[in-house]
T-cell receptor, first 111, second 115 residues
Framework: GESVGLHLPTLSVQEGDNSIINCAYS??????FIWYKQESGKGPQFIID?????DKRQGQRVTVLLNKTVKHLSLQIAATQPGDSAVYFC??????????FGKGTRLSVIA | NAGVTQTPKFQVLKTGQSMTLQCAQD?????MSWYRQDPGMGLRLIHY???????DQGEVPNGYNVSRSTTEDFPLRLLSAAPSQTSVYFC??????????????FGPGTRLLVL
């Protein structure tokens, strides 16, 4: 079946630098994407979402970019802080179907 | 609002035992889902419900049963626990206006160990 995956399983960045977490998806019918953050011992927490009619969406210190041509999604975190250390998941859905989650990327912030 | 609550937080079972993982939400959300999360993997959907009295299977439903008698509660039952069911279980809910794939609110999880 089609699935959502990630290019990098782990990412280490210096505090203050920008982080980029990537995600590839294979379902060309996917029309809605979400990034979740999961801290150790907690449930996933919504960060930001984007619909397929958009290329970019910005939140507070986070930006999601969507490239439908190559089926690629990225999450950019500006001025990464120690509190950003977590596992980040992308998830996709096509129409009114349940979310499909990627395997996750662990972000480690070096102080 | 308490959001999505799950009990118990931790549970140890012996192979063959049965148990029910509880999930409740106080946001009046129509949609509720159960996921399992294994090390190094993302969340996999077990069962979901689009409203009271309606349930459907997800990606990995075998060995689990669900029911949705009220909007608030969505219990997950393990009929005969197996070591392969050792995992962290998350319950999630989302409002009807958002749809099944829209933003989901997750509970804190239940860690299950089957010996």
């Amino acid at each position: 079946g089609e699935s959502v995956g990630l290019h990098l399983p782990t990412l280490s960045v210096q505090e203050g630098d920008n982080s980029i977490i990537n995600c590839a998806y294979s379902n060309s019918a996917s029309d809605y994407f979400i990034w979740y953050k999961q801290e150790s011992g907690k449930g996933p927490q919504f960060i930001i979402d984007i619909r397929s009619n958009m290329d970019k969406r910005q939140g507070q210190r986070v930006t999601v970019l969507l490239n439908k041509t190559v089926k690629h999604l990225s999450l950019q975190i500006a001025a990464t802080q120690p509190g950003d250390s977590a596992v980040y998941f992308c998830a996709e859905t096509a129409g009114n179907t349940p979310l499909v989650f990627g395997k996750g990327t662990r972000l480690s912030v070096i102080a | 609002n308490a959001g999505v609550t799950q009990t118990p937080k931790f549970q140890v079972l012996k192979t063959g035992q049965s148990m029910t993982l509880q999930c409740a939400q106080d946001m009046n959300h129509e949609y509720m889902s159960w996921y399992r999360q294994d090390p190094g993997m993302g969340l996999r959907l077990i069962h979901y419900s689009v409203g009271a009295g309606i349930t459907d299977q997800g990606e990995v439903p075998n060995g689990y049963n669900v029911s949705r008698s009220t909007t608030e509660d969505f219990p997950l039952r393990l009929l005969s626990a197996a070591p392969s069911q050792t995992s962290v279980y998350f319950c999630a809910s989302s409002p009807r206006t958002g749809g099944l794939g829209e933003t989901q609110y997750f509970g804190p999880g239940t860690r299950l160990l089957v010996l």
